[in-house]
């Protein structure tokens, strides 16, 4: 899985569909290297291609692209097709279509917060083999949770009958603010000592892989743009509401970041300046989180039971709807304000429940529509979704094959 293309020589020097990035002169086996992952990412993506689409879409000679593909195929990368194809229209000898083959490799995807922690195995298809997941004990020990996503991981393994030489790396949604560059989680408050954790280096010496971690909101956020509700969408703004309030932006696809720091840390702003004159946060996550949510409910509806609640809240009861107005106005004027800085093609509000999701997405929206002047953003692009622990995996294997598709191309 080096990426290496068995010794062959001969293949003209060239990076088409972008051309190669700055900096010093590229050595042959770097542009053999570039153009085979350039084409195996587009078999990936496509699932089935012929070599000729190839040589149309990515500018390559055709002998370049035959010989990348024979080289695939003899490493085990890629399969020809055994589905019957209609080509009514097609004179002359039909093209052979190419698949990714699922086993030449496997990414591990985490997601983790102080709920729970999710984690999948991948194949080279990005089909899921195997995912777990587990709910994290209030107050559990930073170094416990990493030592129990660890055994997690390995029992993954174990039952799936997948050896290490097979594996790309593991990819990491985490918590908090987190170092990227370092894969480090800075400030977690939520898991009891996850300050200054090296959470990269500590898996990658667990498994001896390459181990990339993101902002766990940045991370779910990618998988809506790829998978989910935001399919295609420019610009993204994100919102995951669970027991804190996290915040991303993504530009086709790719999430801001500052100085290799994640970013849009959208909880800890200030929506309520006279609420700190008393004592009180005032903060968009001390009136939106999970937990707030639930007990300004609980307190009007007079009970606990979560799953009564939501269906209050879904049939417009009033002592529900009153018990979220604050709320949802400082969900609002937070979407305005974001709107305005950032000038997004749609929000997404994400949340565990779907209905609380679409209930806070459609009350900011009407909040926030008297408010959008001179933004590209409309009040019916404020989009609820629900939390998808799997769906949060996926985008967390997303992370290894990127970096595995740009590996020489820094």
Same mark, same amino acid.
């Given at each position: ?8 020589t ?5 990076v ?5 990035s700055t ?10 290297e570039?153009?085979?992952?350039? !084409?195996?990412?587009?078999?990936? @993506? ?7 689409? =190839? ?17 695939l195929?003899?490493?085990?990368? !890629? ?14 000898? $039909?093209? #052979? ?9 496997y ?5 983790l ?16 083999v ?9 107050? $559990?020990?930073?170094?416990?949770v ?5 055994? *997690?991981?390995?029992?993954?393994? $174990?039952?799936?009958n ?5 594996? /790309? ?10 170092d990227v ?7 977690y ?8 954790v090296? /959470?990269?280096?500590?898996?990658s010496?667990?498994f001896s ?25 420019h610009?993204?703004?994100a919102?995951? !509401? ?7 932006? *993504?530009?086709?696809?790719q999430?801001?970041?500052?100085n290799?720091h994640s ?7 200030i ?7 008393h004592?009180?946060?005032g903060? /968009? ?11 300004r409910?609980e307190?009007?509806?007079?009970t ?20 979220? $107005? ?9 979407? =305005? ?6 000038n ?6 994400? #949340?565990?429940?779907a ?32 939390? @998808?622990?799997?769906?949060?995996c996926?985008?967390a294997?997303?992370?290894?094959f990127?970096r ?5 191309n820094?």
């Amino acid at each position: 899985m080096d990426g290496n293309t068995g010794g062959r020589t001969g293949e003209e020097p060239e990076v088409r569909a972008g051309g190669p990035s700055t900096g010093g002169p590229l050595r042959s086996y770097d542009v053999r290297e570039r153009n085979e992952k350039l !084409i195996l990412r587009l078999i990936q @993506d496509r699932q089935e291609i012929s070599q000729s689409e =190839v040589v149309n879409e990515t500018g390559l000679r055709a002998p370049t692209v035959f010989r990348i593909f024979s080289n695939l195929a003899e490493r085990g990368f !890629i399969t020809e097709s055994t589905t019957p194809r209609e080509d009514s229209d097609r004179r002359g000898r $039909r093209p #052979s279509y190419y698949r990714i083959n699922a086993t030449a490799g496997y990414a591990i995807g985490v997601d983790l917060w102080a709920g729970s922690v999710a984690a999948t195995v991948v194949d080279f298809a990005r089909h899921t083999v195997i995912r777990v997941v587990e709910e994290i004990e209030p107050e $559990r020990a930073a170094d416990a949770v990493i030592e129990r996503l660890v055994e *997690l991981i390995r029992g993954m393994l $174990r039952e799936a009958n997948i050896d290490g030489q097979h594996l /790309l790396g593991i990819g990491v949604g985490a918590p908090g603010i987190v170092d990227v560059a370092r894969g480090e989680i800075v400030s977690y408050s939520r898991i009891p000592g996850m300050e200054r954790v090296p /959470l990269a280096e500590r898996l990658s010496d667990a498994f001896s892989l390459p181990v990339v971690v993101h902002n766990n909101t940045s991370v779910i956020a990618a998988s809506e743009y790829r998978y989910g509700r935001a399919q295609y969408a420019h610009s993204v703004m994100a919102i995951l !509401i669970r027991s804190g309030v996290g915040g991303a932006f *993504l530009q086709h696809g790719q999430p801001f970041t500052n100085n290799g720091h994640s970013a849009m840390e959208v909880g800890h702003t200030i929506v309520d300046p006279s609420a700190r004159l008393h004592g009180r946060p005032g903060t /968009l996550e001390s009136m939106v989180s999970e937990g707030e949510l639930f007990s300004r409910l609980e307190a009007e509806c007079g009970t606990s039971d979560r799953s009564a609640l939501l269906e209050r809240l879904e049939s417009g009861d009033r002592a529900a709807v009153d018990a979220l $107005r604050e709320p949802v106005e400082a969900l609002g004027a937070s979407i =305005v304000t974001l709107a305005n800085l950032f000038n997004p093609e749609v929000f997404l509000i994400i #949340s565990r429940h779907a209905v609380l999701s679409a209930y806070l997405a459609a009350g900011a929206s009407r909040y926030a529509e008297q408010d959008l002047h001179g933004t590209r953003l409309k009040a019916g692009e404020v989009i609820p979704c629900e939390y @998808d622990p799997l769906l949060a995996c996926r985008g967390a294997s997303d992370l290894v094959f990127d970096r595995y598709f740009s590996a020489g191309n820094d």
